[in-house]
C-alpha cells in the first residue's frame, strides 16, 4: 500500500507497519502501512469515524496499538515525547495561563532569559503581538489555535500531529489559518500528519494526501499533490487532485 | 495638526474622566439601594414593635444597646472570638483532609466509586445529628464544636474538588504528558490550576455551613461563643434584646466571611 511514489529523497521519519487497533469487539484500524519522510507533510482524510484521529493518536503515543508498531527515527514509538507535538483544537490551550505562560509551558527548565526570548520570537511569529499578557478567554477561537501552534513550535519538535485543528473555526479564520500555517512552517520546516475532515484543506496544505477507508480502515490511495506554493486554487491542477479524492472516498462531488 | 491632536486628547481624557464619574455613581447608587433596603427593614421592625408595645420581642434600638451592654462587658469579643476560633480550626481541618481526599477520589474514580457511596449517605445526615456521638467521643468542649464543624464543612468540599478533577479536561492532560510533565508537575502546573476555580466555589460553601453549624453546636456543646450567647440570653432572664443581638451578629459576621471568600474568588 505505501507503494506510490514519495515526493522527495529524504529518509524516512514515521514508519508506520500493519498497525491494527480494535475497541472491543470494534475494528477500527486494519493493518495500516504508512511511511512519512522527514519534512513531509501528510495529510489523512477519509469518512468521519473512520479512525485517522485513532491512528495519529496511535503515531502519536496515546493510544497502545492493538497490533503491529510505529517506528520514528527507527525507534519503535512507546509514548507521547516532547520531540513530537500534538495539536488539538483551540480548546488545548491552557485557560489559567497567559498567552506567554502557555507557549512558555514545555520551556520550564530552560533559563528565564532564554525562555522570554523563544517566547517573543513565537508570539510575533504567530502574529499575536500586543495580546502576551492576555489570557485565552479574551481570544477569538482563530487567535487560541495560534497559541496551540506557538506551544507546540517552542520546544522545538521534529514533528508535530494536528488533529483536525482548524475544525472548530469558521470558515473564513479556517482559510486565513491554512496560509498562516503554511507560512510559519516556510520559517521552521517540519514533518507533519495532519487529520482532517476536510478535503479542500488537504489539497491546499499536503505534499501527499492519503485518503482512508471506511471503518475498519486502511489506506486506500495516496494522492501525491504536486504542485508548488502558493497554490492556486483554480488551477485545472487543483481541481482535478481534488475530484479524484473526492471520487476515492466515494463522493460525487455535486449537490 | 498638534492643536487637534491635543484637543482630541483632552477629549479622550474627559470621556475617561466622565466614564470613572458614572462608575463610581453607579456604585453609589447601588450601595444606596442596598442600605435602604436594610433601612426599610429596621424601620417596618420598629413600627411593628410599637404597634404591639405588650411584646416580648425587642426593637431595634432595645437590640443596639444589648450589643453596645456585651461590648461593654467584654462579652462581646468573647463570644465572637470563641466562634470565630472553633470554625477556623473545623474548617481548616476540613480544607486539610476535604482538598487531598477529593482530589485522589477525583483522580482514581476507581476509589472514588467506592468511596462515593458512602459519602452520598452522609451527606443527608445533618451535621447536627453527630452532636451526641461527638459529645461521647470529645465530651463537652471545644473538641465536639470542631468536630461538627469539621463533619459540616469537609463533605462540600470534598464533593467540590472530586468534581473539578474529574471535569478536568482529557486536552489538558494529554498535552502536559507530552511536554513530557512528571506526575508531580502534573498536579502543580496542571491539575491545580486547572480544579481552582471550582474548587473555591466549594470552599465558600463550605465555608457557609461551618459557620451555620458553629452556632448549633454552641448551643449544646460549650458555654461559649453566638451560639452560647441566643441560648444563654433566654435562659438567664428572657434576654431577647441579647438573643437577637447574637442572632444580628451571626447574619453580619457570615455575610462578612462569604464577602471575603467572594473576593478570593475574582483573585
Redesign the interface.
Known amino acids: 500500500m505505501v507503494a506510490e511514489a514519495v515526493p522527495t529523497r529524504a529518509p524516512i521519519k514515521i514508519a508506520i507497519r500493519g498497525v491494527r487497533m480494535r475497541f472491543g469487539a470494534v475494528e477500527v484500524l486494519r493493518d495500516v502501512d504508512l511511511d512519512v519522510r522527514e519534512g513531509e507533510l501528510v495529510c489523512l482524510v477519509g469518512p468521519s469515524g473512520c479512525g485517522k484521529s485513532t491512528l495519529l493518536n496511535i503515531v502519536g503515543g496515546f493510544f497502545a496499538p492493538s497490533g503491529g508498531e510505529v517506528r520514528i527515527d527507527g525507534e519503535p514509538v512507546r509514548g507521547p515525547d516532547p520531540r513530537r507535538i500534538f495539536v488539538f483544537q483551540e480548546r488545548g490551550v491552557f485557560p489559567w495561563l497567559t498567552v506567554e505562560g502557555n507557549i512558555a509551558f514545555g520551556l520550564s527548565k530552560l533559563p528565564r532569559e532564554e525562555r522570554a526570548r523563544i517566547v517573543a520570537h513565537y508570539v510575533e511569529l504567530v502574529g499575536l503581538e500586543g495580546f502576551a499578557r492576555a489570557f485565552p478567554d479574551e481570544l477569538s477561537g482563530g487567535m487560541k489555535q495560534r497559541v496551540e501552534v506557538a506551544r507546540a513550535l517552542a520546544v522545538k519538535p521534529d514533528v508535530l500531529y494536528l488533529d483536525e485543528p482548524f475544525g472548530a473555526l469558521d470558515s473564513i479564520t479556517r482559510l486565513q489559518m491554512r496560509s498562516e500555517l503554511l507560512r510559519i512552517l516556510q520559517a521552521e520546516k517540519k514533518t507533519m500528519l495532519f487529520v482532517t475532515h476536510d478535503i479542500e484543506e488537504s489539497v491546499q496544505l499536503a505534499d501527499r494526501v492519503v485518503v482512508m477507508s471506511t471503518r475498519p480502515a486502511t489506506v486506500q490511495r495516496i494522492v501525491d499533490i504536486d504542485l508548488p506554493h502558493p497554490r492556486d486554487l483554480s488551477s485545472p491542477r487543483y481541481l482535478a487532485l481534488r475530484d479524484s479524492i473526492f471520487e476515492a472516498i466515494g463522493l460525487a462531488h455535486k449537490i | 495638526m498638534r492643536v487637534l491632536a491635543r484637543r482630541r486628547s483632552s477629549r479622550l481624557r474627559a470621556q475617561i474622566f466622565e466614564a470613572v464619574l458614572d462608575s463610581r455613581a453607579v456604585r453609589t447608587r447601588k450601595l444606596l439601594l442596598s442600605l435602604s433596603g436594610v433601612a426599610t427593614l429596621v424601620a417596618l421592625w420598629s413600627l411593628a414593635i410599637a404597634l404591639h408595645p405588650a411584646t416580648i420581642l425587642p426593637g431595634p434600638l432595645k437590640v443596639l444597646s444589648g450589643v453596645v451592654d456585651l461590648a461593654r462587658r467584654g462579652l462581646l469579643a468573647r463570644h465572637v472570638v470563641a466562634s470565630l476560633f472553633r470554625v477556623t480550626w473545623g474548617y481548616v481541618l476540613a480544607v486539610l483532609v476535604g482538598i487531598p481526599l477529593g482530589l485522589c477520589l477525583g483522580w482514581w474514580r476507581r476509589a472514588d466509586r467506592a468511596v462515593n457511596p458512602f459519602l452520598q449517605i452522609l451527606r443527608p445526615i445533618s451535621p447536627l445529628a453527630w452532636i451526641p456521638i461527638s459529645i461521647l467521643w470529645f465530651g463537652v468542649g471545644d473538641g465536639a464544636a470542631v468536630f461538627i464543624i469539621f463533619l459540616g464543612a469537609v463533605l462540600p468540599i470534598t464533593v467540590a474538588a472530586t468534581n473539578a478533577v474529574a471535569a478536568v ?1 482529557s ?2 492532560l ?2 502536559a ?4 510533565l512528571g506526575s508531580r ?1 502534573l498536579l502543580v ?2 491539575i491545580f ?2 480544579v ?1 476555580p471550582q474548587l473555591i466555589v466549594g470552599m465558600r460553601v463550605a465555608l457557609g455551613v461551618a459557620w451555620l453549624v458553629v452556632v448549633a453546636a454552641e448551643m449544646i456543646a460549650v458555654n461559649s461563643g453566638l451560639g452560647f450567647l441566643i441560648v444563654d440570653a433566654r435562659n438567664a432572664g428572657n434576654r431577647y434584646d441579647l438573643v437577637v443581638a447574637g442572632m444580628v451578629l451571626i447574619g453580619v459576621i457570615g455575610y462578612g466571611l462569604d464577602v471575603g471568600m467572594r473576593r478570593l474568588e475574582r483573585t
Open positions: 479536561p486536552v489538558h494529554r498535552a504528558r507530552n511536554f513530557g508537575e502546573r496542571v490550576p486547572s481552582l
